[in-house]
């Protein structure tokens, strides 16, 4: 999973501050020059002023990022409430095998269709009420499928509610990003990300909670549970501001400082960031009209940028075609193959599952800057390897015992705690950071195309494959698709942990064109320390 933190990344630039933590500001060489936020925030000889952070201000911003993550909460929900409810709803509308993989496919590929289309939407009425817009959309599709009489009412409420979660999942990271304090901007960004896995585990407690019920009832209140978040993110519009850059850049200056003075500690702060959101504002207007050069270096792209590409792009297309999706929406058929028998039986079991993917994706958030990319994804794709393979044969060979069924709840969560340890999350960091500027947030689109079209993919064709070639056979077939993305990670990943962004753009160009943009530096810093003598 992970539609969150490409869209975040991209906008999140648009503030000024490259990929949120203002590294995007060097020339790529350490010298004397300084961001004029540093300057600020010491040339009165204290501690940075966020050290001394105003409580209020930081519960404020806090609560406005959760209310903004529901919509993230709803991604999450709809994939975890449908490996149980799919259950009840082909008993109850005796619907098909490959009614079944598309009903729950298409969500990756309509979500997508909403996230693309909510950037426009934000900028036409505003990142606030395109989380109203969000939460309505995914309201009405949730109602239509608790009502649904049919496969094809079913399938047209879905459609609506994907179109939502897009919208919703697109948005949280942008307006979080905007409303956040630069030295806040990291964890409270990551607040999605840990939404979709807590919605996850809401989805299979939902099912376990209501499988006793009967069965032409008991699916409908799982769906329409998920209408809750949604109601609650309308009451939050009553509370949260618009988002400051978007005030900005219509022209509304003093609302934006007003909502800035609310989520910032001192008014030197605001005006420093409001100078900054300014300046963005300004060149995005600018540049618009060189959207077409930037596609054009995308798909003809020189070998530095094409090598990022298919760092950045591969790293998202492994992350899905590892079968981390087929894990989290068919666990219950998986314990099924495994010998487990009944409804709540197999729902119990999948609540394990839902667990251990929101438990380590909080070790994951704390480890990332610590450990490194490159060490946590080689810990991720071999241990994701190991389990997929053990899976496989548990299945294949120990499958309807007691022993079998240990191991094969074992390997599931081993499986998902390692996916969410590194490649999970580390995937959209990467897709932030490796990028230049200009391509960023074009290049991440691409990325969360090939990641969206993969999960559907999966999603869409488990079933069939099992089929086919045995569940068993499927995982084995998993875990050489994860052997090949340890190789990936080795030759084509490079480790960015405390490197700018302008030295993580040389780890990509080979030694001749790292010798030139060496030389255009030394000019540039040349000119820049000839200028005061020559006034």
């Known amino acids: ?35 004029m936020d540093s300057q600020i925030s010491n040339e009165d000889g204290v501690a940075p002023c966020h050290l001394q952070a105003n409580a209020a201000t930081s519960k404020y911003v806090i609560v406005c990022a959760v209310f903004a993550s529901l919509n993230s909460v709803l991604l999450g929900y709809d994939v975890g409430v449908m490996s149980g409810a799919i259950l009840f709803i082909q008993e109850d509308l005796k619907i098909t095998e490959v009614q079944e993989e598309v009903l729950i496919g298409c969500l990756s590929i309509i979500s997508l269709l909403g996230s693309l289309a909510g950037g426009r939407t934000s900028d036409a009425i505003g990142r606030k009420w395109t989380i109203a817009l969000a939460a309505f959309v995914f309201q009405t599709g949730a109602a239509v499928m608790v009502l649904a009489p049919s496969f094809a009412v079913l399938m047209a409420g879905r459609l609506l509610a994907g179109v939502g979660i897009g919208f919703g999942v697109m948005i949280a990271p942008v307006y979080i990003a905007e409303i956040s304090p630069a030295v806040a901007r990291g964890s409270l960004t990551s607040f999605p990300e840990i939404s979709i896995n807590l919605g996850i585990l809401l989805g299979y407690v939902s099912n376990y909670a209501f499988s006793g019920l009967p069965k032409h009832i008991n699916w409908r ?277 405390g490197k700018t962004l302008e030295e993580i753009e040389m780890l990509f160009k080979k030694e001749k064109e790292r010798q030139g943009g060496e030389l255009e530096l030394r000019d540039v810093e040349h000119l820049v320390l000839k200028e005061p003598s020559s006034s």
């Open 221 to 497: 209140i799982m769906l329409g549970v998920g209408i809750v978040p949604s109601v609650l993110i309308g009451l939050a519009l009553f509370f949260i501001p618009e988002s400051p850059r978007w005030l900005v850049m219509q022209n509304r200056i003093e609302e934006a400082r007003s909502v800035l003075l609310k989520t910032n500690v001192s008014e030197r702060e605001v005006e420093g960031r409001l100078v900054e959101i300014k300046e963005a504002a300004g060149i995005a207007s600018a540049t618009s009209h060189e959207q077409k050069a930037v596609w054009r270096e995308l798909f003809c792209p020189s070998p530095s940028v094409r090598r990022m590409l298919i760092a950045g792009c591969g790293i998202q297309c492994f992350q899905q075609i590892t079968g981390i999706d087929a894990t989290v929406y068919y666990s219950p058929t998986i314990f099924k193959d495994a010998g487990i028998k009944g409804n709540a039986r197999l729902l119990a079991a999948t609540v394990a599952v839902g667990f251990t993917k929101t438990m380590f994706i909080l070790v994951a958030i704390f480890l990332i800057d610590r450990v490194g990319r490159k060490p946590l994804l080689y810990v991720s794709t071999i241990g994701m390897t190991t389990c997929l393979f053990g899976l496989g044969l548990t299945l294949s060979l120990l499958g309807n015992g007691p022993l079998g069924i240990k191991l094969a709840i074992l390997f599931v969560c081993g499986n998902v705690a390692f996916f969410s340890v590194g490649i999970g999350p580390i995937c959209w960091v990467l897709s932030s950071e490796i990028f230049p500027l200009r391509l960023r947030a074009q290049a991440s689109a691409l990325g969360a195309v090939g990641s969206r079209v993969s999960s559907g993919a999966i999603a869409m064709s488990f079933l069939s494959v099992s089929r086919a070639i045995t569940v068993a056979g499927t995982f084995f077939v998993f875990s050489g698709i994860s052997a090949l993305s340890v190789a990936f990670a080795y030759m084509c990943v490079p480790e960015t942990k």
């Open 1 to 35: 999973m992970g539609l969150v933190g490409v869209l975040a990344s991209g906008n999140g630039n648009g503030n000024g501050n490259g990929n949120g933590n203002g590294r995007g500001h060097g020339i790529g060489i350490k010298s004397a020059y300084t961001r």
